[in-house]
């Protein structure tokens, strides 16, 4: 049962432009979102965990959830060579957090 | 900050040795996770661990793994024949009481 989906990528953009990073979910129950980074050969770091619709945002960073279309997003602004990495989605089901695949980001200096 | 440290970082072992993976979870957390990762694909949970007993196990979860808290810190995955498919990066999670996970940074297994 694949509950969350998202495009690996990889998706390869110029320093300094806006990173667009989707997923959708199948599970309607789920209220928790979050997007973690994860750096080659180490674990999943949370980045933003927002609950239910709306937006958040944290510096450079904006979560988006959109419960109507099961669309989840991540924008990056300014994007920097140090935000090269796997971007993983994933909501809070059944406690327990249920990954999408990861798409793989290569900022260009 | 409060981490989760894995132990070892990488792990070599022929098929059909046993394996320990070890984490020391984040002290005041309640809720214990594995996790799996093969290489290139997505990140599968294992099995959650709550009150010292299992709350939830995936499919992969076989009579092969088994967890144990053997004491007040450590949380340890146990598999007892290891397979070639096997091979993966072992991540262990702990859950704060806020709900909070937080993940160690894994340990790599390689079954040869």
């Known amino acids: 049962q694949k509950e969350v989906e998202q495009d690996p990528g990889p998706l390869s953009v110029p320093e300094g432009a806006i990173v667009s990073l989707n997923c959708t979910y199948s599970n309607s129950a789920f209220q928790y979102f979050m997007w973690y980074r994860q750096y080659s050969r180490k674990g999943p770091e949370l980045l933003m965990y927002t609950y239910s619709s709306g937006n958040k945002e944290d510096g450079r960073f904006t979560a988006q959830v959109d419960k109507s279309s099961k669309y989840i997003s991540l924008f990056i602004r300014d994007s920097q060579p140090s935000d090269s990495a796997t971007y993983l989605c994933?909501?809070?089901?059944?406690?327990?957090?249920?990954f999408g695949k990861g798409t793989r980001l290569h900022i260009l200096p | 900050e409060p981490e989760v440290t894995q132990t070892p970082s990488h792990q070599v072992t022929q098929m059909g040795q046993e394996v320990i993976l070890r984490c020391v979870p984040i002290s005041n957390h309640l809720y214990f996770y594995w996790y799996r990762q093969i290489l290139g694909q997505k990140v599968e949970f294992l099995v959650s661990?709550?009150?010292?007993?299992?709350?939830?196990k995936s499919e992969i979860f076989d009579d092969q793994f088994s967890v144990e808290r053997p004491d007040g810190s450590n949380f340890t995955l146990k598999i007892r024949s290891t397979k070639l498919e096997d091979s993966a990066m072992y991540f262990c999670?702990?859950?704060?009481?806020?709900?909070?996970?937080?993940f160690g940074s894994g340990t790599r297994l390689t079954v040869v």
């Open positions: 999670a702990s859950r704060s009481p806020r709900g909070g996970y937080t």
């Open positions: 994933a909501s809070d089901g059944d406690d327990k957090i249920i």
């Open positions: 661990f709550y009150n010292n007993e299992i709350s939830e």
